[in-house]
Nanobody
């Protein structure tokens, strides 16, 4: 069974950067589209980025476009979310999740994703 584990979260000042990792075990991540989503206190979980199973397609939420980039390392069975110029509104628990619903594409809607990691806290504050 596929298991995902996020890491790399923490406390960062506004304008700072973080690189989140999503490490997979049990299955090859190349079989799945991977989505990143976040959930702030009192708010719905929202998709922020995704990458297709073959790495050829990525989408970013408009609110983070230009500040966030996702990529993958097949040898490490890991997907990354590079976040730059972080803002206080980026504060949330960040999750990665896997989906088999796509063929060489991906989507931001959280309903597409079945297997979820436990999340990692990102706090942007001075």
């Amino acid at each position: 069974q596929l298991q995902l584990a996020e890491s790399g979260g923490g406390l960062v000042q506004p304008g700072g950067s973080l690189r989140l990792s999503c490490a997979a075990s049990g299955h090859n991540l190349g079989e799945y589209a991977i989505g990143w989503s976040r959930q702030a206190p009192g708010k719905k979980r929202e998709g922020v980025a995704c990458i297709s199973a073959d790495g050829s397609d990525t989408f970013l939420r408009s609110a983070v476009n230009g500040r966030i980039r996702n990529d993958s390392d097949a040898a490490k069975n890991t997907v990354y979310l590079q976040m730059n110029n972080l803002e206080p509104d980026d504060t949330a628990v960040y999750y990665c999740a896997a989906s088999t619903a796509f063929s060489n594409s991906c989507g931001l809607s959280v309903e597409w994703y079945d297997d979820w990691g436990p999340g990692t806290q990102v706090t942007v504050s001075s």
